[in-house]
């Protein structure tokens, strides 16, 4: 299977733990998105990365979570501290080289749940 | 920044009808719109997008039209079928980081 993969697809954790997500994009896309997504609404965008390095992060998002791409190829989203609140699906989408790829594709997600 | 509204928020149509979704956006910058069809669980799947130097695109029995003058595009599905339900989301880019800014999404419920 070529597309984006994401690990774990399911996580449960207890409010205080530390929790890390893994997205492997599709190969050579070179830009890589997360967003949060809760039941009925659209995704949100959390942060962003083109290669290694990342481009922008949410305003809204706090210090407790941080991301990494340090290949340029897969990347990691890290949730420190988790709260109840954090309970949502994370995705990540990636798009194509090229000035004018503007196209995402996305993982099938991480359903995180915080007790 | 950029703002895209869309409606409605639940269109319910007869099976074999048309549906339409519609969408604003606010920054005349922006040359890029796909629309993501997501059916419950699963992830967003991209179904058809649009470049504002198109006016419009076809795919089958889905079609996306762009009036750049007006700032909306919209969504069409003609022969509606059961496997159509799904929340469909539209999204609008065209910045310097390739972000997508979303619509809050449009439940369509295909009645048999």
């Known amino acids: 299977d070529t597309g984006v993969s994401q690990d774990p697809r399911h996580k449960i954790t207890k409010r205080g733990q530390n929790v890390t997500f893994r997205c492997d994009p599709i190969?050579?896309?070179?830009?890589l998105y997360w967003y949060r997504q809760t039941l009925g609404q659209g995704p949100e965008f959390l942060t962003y990365?083109?290669?290694?390095?990342?481009?922008?992060k949410s305003r809204l998002l706090s210090d407790r979570f941080s991301a990494e791409r340090p290949k340029g190829s897969f990347s990691t989203l890290e949730i420190q501290r988790t709260e109840q609140g954090d309970s949502a699906m994370y995705l990540c989408?990636?798009?194509?080289?090229?000035?004018?790829?503007?196209?995402?594709?996305f993982g099938p997600g991480t359903r995180l749940t915080v007790t | 920044g950029e703002n895209v509204e869309q409606h409605p928020s639940t269109l319910s149509v007869q099976e074999g009808d048309s549906a339409v979704i519609k969408c604003t956006y606010s920054?005349?910058?922006?040359?890029?719109f796909p629309w993501y069809k997501q059916e419950l669980g699963k992830r967003p799947q991209l179904i058809i997008d649009?470049?504002?130097n198109v006016g419009e695109k076809k795919d089958q029995r889905i079609a996306v039209t762009l009036n750049k003058t007006a700032k909306h595009f919209s969504l069409h599905i003609t022969e509606t079928q059961p496997e159509d339900s799904a929340v469909y989301f539209c999204a609008a880019s065209g910045n310097s980081n390739y972000q997508l800014i979303w619509g809050a999404g449009t439940k369509l419920i295909i009645k048999p």
């Open positions: 920054d005349s910058a922006s040359n890029y």
């Open positions: 190969s050579e896309h070179n830009r």
């Open positions: 990365f083109q290669n290694e390095a990342q481009l922008e």
């Open positions: 649009i470049r504002s």
């Open positions: 989408a990636s798009s194509p080289k090229g000035l004018f790829s503007y196209e995402q594709y």
